[in-house]
């Protein structure tokens, strides 16, 4: 297993932390992305919405060359000072600063789902990959989302996904990443927490409301929630680890699309 890095992060909810135990679910969901990644990843690789670095230390050991790119420019210059044997910049997306044909596979995770023209996001993807290369992102699975989420501009169903794919690459396959029954038992309990808070929305503000408006008691209330869920006395939210977490061929019932674009 890749050694931990430690760097100053900026958490909230929607950047789930390793060290915060109420987090741990979401923390290993997202980790398995990097996991299935690692076994596919080669050559030149390029990390479009790096983060805090989650899955650095999985996928550096795989290539030749790793670069990342980030919006919080406090966060990639703690990932320069400790891993700099990569190549980290920080910049907002898209437009991505790099040259065509450049990267022989781009992984890019929990990030299109942020992006104000995914249109554009896509095709700059496609751009700046070689011939024949390919890249490999997730997204929720909007289906099984609980609630809207105010700092997404917009979730996808796998069909709608593929579609938009096809356009800017040459062949498209979605799968997904589900879990086993321990994680879907933390899935139902987290359903009934949320419809149970939903039950006071009775003017559907979730979808009516600005989303700037909602995103602080969006925080609260989501926090709330997972820290209510960790206290269960059968330590399930701690319990749970990326092995929990499967990859599907039915992305359409899986809790994240994972889409696999070739050029």
Sequence with gaps: MPHKIFIMAVYTTEIASETITSDNPIHQRLLKAYVLAAER?????????CGEGRGVTWLMPKVEKFSAIDKIASIIDGLKKKLPQGSFISGNIPPLPYDDNSFDCIVSFQVIEHIADDNFFLKEISRVLKPNGFALMTTPNRPLSLSRNPWHEREYTADELTLLAKKYFSDVEMKGITGNEKVMLYY???KRSVNKLMRWDVFDLQHKLPAAVLRVPYEMLNRLNRNKLNEAADDLA??????????????????????????
């Design 238 to 263: 701690a319990s749970i680890h990326y092995e929990d977490y499967i990859l599907s061929d039915e992305p359409s019932k899986s809790l994240d699309l994972f889409l696999i674009a070739r050029k």
């Design 41 to 49: 990843v080669h050559g030149n690789l390029l990390e479009v919405g």
């Design 188 to 190: 139902e309990r987290n």
